[in-house]
């Protein structure tokens, strides 16, 4: 094993542009050395999400930005290579916030989930039973509440979130309605992922008209990953009590906030239900998720897509295609092997 960690830190923030790869830069340091009640992870695979962009940022959100020349801030499988505690015996497979970097030293809080290899090939603990499948789990689940037979509209439904919440809904008996940016991604929403209906928004036109004649009867649920002209069009067509789930702002910025329609009017008459979503108010449920997003997969019911890149170096660039939508399923960077 190597005896120096690679570690991308954060080397600018984001400017009018957005995020670039000049942000980052490669550093080279000596492998870190455990000391009492410290665990040392070898990390695998590091993950790649929109969430970066707000951990990024120059102002705060839900969390304190990644400091310029700090190691960016990422969810990743890792292997314990050290340890002195029993519960984390060497060898294990974790998942937690280990940063993009080769070496990790944990105390152990930063440990999200144990992992198994009998859940399935390593790549699906950053994908199904990671962050991703548990954002789209829980959001839909706890926040959506879907009935069987009621209409659950989910944006960016072709990407890592959105499959799953797509599929998610069509397991409990829900009607599928989901937005997308190309006719491809139109194609993997109807064949892969099972929806009833797909909209590409870039070719769409009126967005309101699309989406009625994609769900006459109205929406009861709506999985909220872009904000912008699509929730817009979503806000039109909410069903008395509708509930709205709002996981991601992805197609408007951070800062400053922008103006848009006011959607007061909308909410009232249809009684509707709008709540933000943070996965870690929901740790509690996370094994519980894990388990049945596992036993959904094993059974051939949720499919995925892994876009995985080779070698820390590739992890900007990586992040910089996921941002613009150019990935094609979960974005991943593969940096080692397990033992």
């Known amino acids: 094993m190597s005896e120096t960690n690679r570690r991308i830190v954060l080397a600018a923030r984001p400017g009018p542009e ?35 962009r707000g951990w990024i940022a120059a102002a705060a959100n839900y969390s304190e930005p990644v400091p310029l020349g700090g190691v960016m801030r990422s969810f ?22 280990f940063g993009w970097q080769d070496w990790h030293l944990s105390d152990g809080s930063d440990i999200d989930r144990r992992c198994h290899a009998h859940d399935g090939p390593l790549e699906i603990n950053l994908h199904l039973l990671g962050l991703t499948g548990l954002t789209a789990y829980l959001a839909l689940t706890e926040i959506g509440r879907p009935q069987a037979g009621e209409t659950v509209v989910v944006s960016t439904a072709a990407g890592a979130v959105g499959s799953v919440a797509g599929q998610i809904a ?49 929406v009861d649920v709506y999985y909220d990953n872009t904000a912008g002209p699509v929730s817009d069009a ?25 103006e848009g329609p006011r959607y007061n009017r909308a909410i009232l008459v249809a009684r509707a239900t709008v709540t933000g979503f943070l996965a870690f108010d929901w740790t509690e449920k996370f094994d519980e998720a894990a388990r049945q997003l596992a036993i959904w997969h094993k059974e051939g019911r949720i499919h995925t897509r892994h876009d995985v890149a080779e070698g820390i170096e590739a992890a900007p660039a990586h992040l910089v295609r996921l941002l613009r939508g150019e990935n094609d399923g979960k974005a991943m960077v593969r940096i080692a092997e397990p033992a």
């Open 76 to 97: 990743a499988l890792g292997q314990i290579v050290e340890s002195d505690d029993s519960h984390w015996p060497a060898g294990s497979l974790v998942y937690g916030r």
């Open 18 to 52: 957005g995020v670039t790869e000049d942000c980052f830069r490669l550093e080279v340091g000596d492998k870190p050395r455990p000391g009492p009640g410290q665990l040392l992870i070898r990390n695998l695979l590091l993950s790649c999400e929109p969430a970066q």
């Open 234 to 258: 979503v806000m039109t067509q909410l069903k008395p009590r509708a509930r709205i789930a709002i996981v991601g702002t992805m197609s408007i910025p951070s800062h400053p906030v922008p």
């Open 170 to 218: 069509k397991i409990l008996g829900c009607r599928t309605v989901g937005f997308t940016g190309s006719d491809e991604k139109v194609a993997a929403c109807l064949d892969d992922f099972g929806y009833d209906a797909a909209i590409n928004y870039r070719k769409a036109g009126d967005l309101a008209s699309a989406l009625k004649a994609a769900a006459p009867e109205g």
